[in-house]
């Protein structure tokens, strides 16, 4: 990135990693696969240059174990600042994606090549066993055995919509899967809609879903019915379990339809193993943004930009040495003159830049919801650099500046959209789904886990 390399809002040095936890939908074991000269781990490596961290992950599957699987969901984001406070001047980026194979039957990879040794599924108790092995024969990380009990201990494992490219608002897929119902009902009744793939139905006819679905285990006439009540507003009785799929999948498919989503084909997502793009490090530019409501009003946080950009909402680059979070908290209160809450996190949004074969950098924004700390406390009225002001508005509000140009209008329709998202009860997920880079879930995700049990 041109500029002087002194200035913290630069880009810093990022590598991102893709990894994948795999689970047999049928024996519950974890795919596992042995390194050259590392020991065992779990399929996942560095983001090459030009490509997407879901891309890798199917990439680094296939290569590395040999198998085609289906990325239904994530488990976490990892951002990690590299170095001693103040010198910090790179970071480590790592998404941890949850799977099933996309044929239950298909074997893992059993002949050594330049990626592996071989492939296999493995118990939790199997792995516990590697993990006091020293060398190659044991474990590379604990990150596959940490994350499987936490899956088998029942742990959340997030819709892989969350991460998408950068919109101005949610991604279609997000807003069809992530209603109330869809969530809190349906949705994590039904495995192979909260775990097998969202995604996934980007690479099967509905021919293909429908007998997954059927695979399903404890499937009864009761949970379709209330799924498709739920979920679909349809009310459904006295039919048998295949005419209820048969239902589901038909609703499924042409909601999917209706909104604009990615048409099916017929074959799983593949790529090539001898994949020979770089494995080299570029820069992502990190960016925070933050959707704040008011708890009691409703209304949302609008920023008004300074040089005539309009009216958005906080938000600004991860400077160098700093984390998400952090920035996330400066910007809002800098633009806007608020302390906040961050309690969640709305999407991820990575995006490869530059034309094909020639992407240099990456941008990543993390979509973030907070609360003011302090209700009674009033936006910034005294313009400075930073702004010229906020204040709290209505969707309505945001409705009719949208039909202005800036600088009375808004400067980009991220608020408007995620506040009408907001509004409609649609999930916002958890600020723990973010962590620093660890073997496995952090402390919190654990407690969260702890505490929906009680």
Not at 61 to 89: C, F, W, Y
Not at 257 to 267: E, H, K, R, V, Y
Request: include cysteine; glycine fraction near 10%; aromatic fraction near 6%.
């Amino acid at each position: 990135m041109s500029g002087d390399a002194s200035d913290p809002r630069i880009g810093f040095r990022t590598t991102c990693f893709s990894l994948v936890v795999c689970q047999h939908p049928e024996t519950g074991k974890f795919l596992a696969v042995q390194e050259r000269e590392t020991g065992w781990w779990l399929p996942g490596g560095q983001v090459r240059r030009g490509k997407t961290f879901l891309t890798m992950a199917h990439l680094k599957a296939q290569e590395e174990a040999g198998m085609q699987v289906d990325i239904t969901g994530i488990l976490s984001v990892e951002h990690t600042l590299l170095g001693p406070p103040g010198k910090q001047e790179e970071a480590r980026m790592r998404v941890v994606f949850f799977a099933h194979p996309f044929d239950p039957n298909a074997q893992p990879k059993t002949a050594a090549d330049g990626a592996s040794l071989r492939a296999a599924w493995k118990t939790l108790d199997e792995l516990n066993s590697l993990a006091a092995v020293p060398g190659s024969e044991g474990l590379r990380g604990r990150e596959l055995l940490e994350w499987g009990k936490y899956i088998e201990s029942g742990g959340e494992v997030y819709p892989v919509e969350v991460l998408q490219e950068e919109h101005d608002g949610p991604c279609c897929a997000l807003r069809i899967w992530n209603t109330p119902a869809s969530v809190n009902g349906g949705c994590k009744m039904l495995c192979p809609i909260s775990r097998m793939s969202r995604r996934g139905l980007d690479t099967r006819s509905k021919e293909q879903f429908l007998p997954i679905l059927l695979r399903t285990p404890s499937l009864s006439p009761t949970v379709l019915q209330k799924a498709l009540l739920e979920i679909f507003g349809k009310q459904c009785q006295g039919t048998t379990v295949e005419e209820l799929a048969r239902l589901y999948t038909d609703a499924l498919y042409d909601q999917l339809a209706l909104s604009g989503g990615a048409t099916c084909s017929a074959a799983p997502v593949t790529h090539q193993a001898s994949d020979a793009s770089p494995r080299v490090d570029f820069d992502t530019h990190g960016f925070s943004v933050v959707v704040c409501q008011h708890p009691e009003t409703g209304k949302f946080l609008a920023v008004d930009e300074s040089k005539n950009r309009g009216w958005w909402l906080p938000a600004g680059h991860v400077d160098r040495g700093q984390t998400f979070l952090e920035a996330a908290e400066r910007e809002t209160e800098e633009e806007a003159g608020l302390l906040v809450d961050i309690t969640g996190i709305l999407a991820v949004e990575h995006s490869i830049k530059g034309r094909e074969g020639r992407q240099q950098d990456a941008r990543m924004r993390i979509i973030f919801f907070a609360r003011p700390k302090d209700t009674g406390a009033p936006p910034k009225s005294v313009p400075d650099s930073e702004s010229n002001g906020a204040a709290w508005t209505t969707t309505a509000d945001l409705e009719q500046l949208a039909r202005l140009r800036p600088p009375q209008g808004l400067r980009g329709r991220e608020l408007l959209k995620w506040g009408q998202y907001v509004e409609q009860g649609r999930p916002v997920f958890p600020a723990h789904l973010l962590q620093t880079e660890r073997a496995g879930p952090s402390k919190e995700r654990w407690a969260a886990l702890e505490a929906g049990r009680g």
